[in-house]
């Protein structure tokens, strides 16, 4: 449980490198236009006040937000040529070393299940 509290601590920590390169990849058209509609509905998801599992649950309502949202940098990461995340990835390689490893263990956590969907859902 502390690697996964320190995993979430350095990707919160990253938050703006990651932003600038979901921003980019969403607009690379050497990513799958699949895989861009399926990260933006998972963003839309986690800021809209409708959810599956509602905030006013401690813990658990906010963490369905975080899921989405590693889940949508994961598509967006996974699906684009390696050479096209490190183009578009203006901080240092071992960070974005560290932010894969980080969004891999997070996708982990999710049932393997959800993880078969979202591969198929990607077209994998």
């Excluded at 050497?30 to 963003?43: Q, S």
């Excluded at 906010?62 to 203006?90: F, Q, T």
Aim: glycine share 8%.
């Amino acid at each position: 449980m502390d690697r996964l509290i320190k995993t979430v601590a350095g990707l919160a920590a990253a938050a703006p490198q990651l932003g600038k390169l979901v921003v980019r990849l969403s607009r690379d058209p050497r990513v799958p236009a699949r895989a861009k509609r399926l990260a933006a509905g998972l963003a839309v998801y986690a800021v809209l006040p409708i959810d599956l599992i509602p905030d006013l649950i401690p813990v658990v309502g906010v963490v369905d937000d975080l899921l989405a949202l590693v889940v949508a940098v994961a598509i967006l990461v996974e699906s684009a040529p390696k050479d096209v995340v490190v183009e578009h990835w203006d901080g240092q390689p071992e960070t974005l070393a560290k932010i894969l490893l980080g969004v891999g263990l997070l996708m982990d956590f999710m049932p393997g299940r959800v993880r078969w969907v979202i591969r198929r859902l990607v077209g994998e």
